[in-house]
């Protein structure tokens, strides 16, 4: 379950790239444009989460 965990924003950032491709490539360019950036959007705030969480708990590092 760790593993889900720490993974997870990856996974959906991946999915949510192979969804704005499949909308450019059938002719829907600008709605591929626009979810093409939720990848990029799903990283930082999950890198922002994640940085969040290790300066509240300094144990961690």
């Given at each position: 379950m760790r593993f889900l965990e720490k993974y997870y924003p990856i996974f959906l950032a991946f999915f949510s790239f192979l969804y704005s491709v499949y909308l450019?490539?059938?002719?829907?360019?600008?709605?591929?444009?626009?979810?093409?950036?939720?990848?990029?959007?799903?990283?930082?705030?999950?890198?922002?989460?994640?940085?969040?969480?290790?300066?509240?708990?300094p144990e961690e590092r």
């Open positions: 450019w490539f059938t002719g829907n360019e600008l709605e591929g444009i626009y979810v093409g950036l939720w990848p990029i959007t799903i990283l930082g705030f999950a890198i922002a989460i994640r940085q969040r969480r290790k300066d509240s708990n």
